[in-house]
């Protein structure tokens, strides 16, 4: 089982933790253990903040950022994959479920591809 951060916008939560049940339905073989941030830090201290994620981020060997309509926008998850790629973990963006068909990508991942929502996607990629 791979170990995977997950990035996404504040915005998004109610999404990503659809998807983070999908792992626990036995009619879908995505399987991955998630390290990522589930209630936010309660601080205004960016410096704290970020010495509570980047631990997080260091433990993972891949990083999956969903990708809302401003995702792009958010300081937070271009952090997070500017993190990520520092630590050396795989990287795969994609959009959410339901989702547009067309997305901006965060500045920090501006080399990298994307792809629609696809559990199929999703689940070799918490595979390899």
Partial sequence: ???????????????????????????????????????AYKSANTSYIKSQIRPKIQRCSATVCFLGETTWQSEWV????????ASGNELLLMGLPNGPSRLNVPSAAKDCG???W???????????
């Fill in 1 to 39: 089982m791979r170990r995977i951060f997950l990035s996404f916008q504040t915005e998004n939560k109610k999404q990503v933790d659809g998807i983070r049940l999908l792992k626990w339905n036995k009619g879908f073989p995505l399987e991955f253990y998630d390290e990522s941030v589930r209630i």
């Fill in 78 to 85: 271009n952090w997070e994959i500017e993190t990520s790629l």
């Fill in 114 to 116: 994307w792809s629609l």
């Fill in 118 to 128: 696809s559990l199929d996607v999703l689940t070799r990629f918490s595979e390899k």
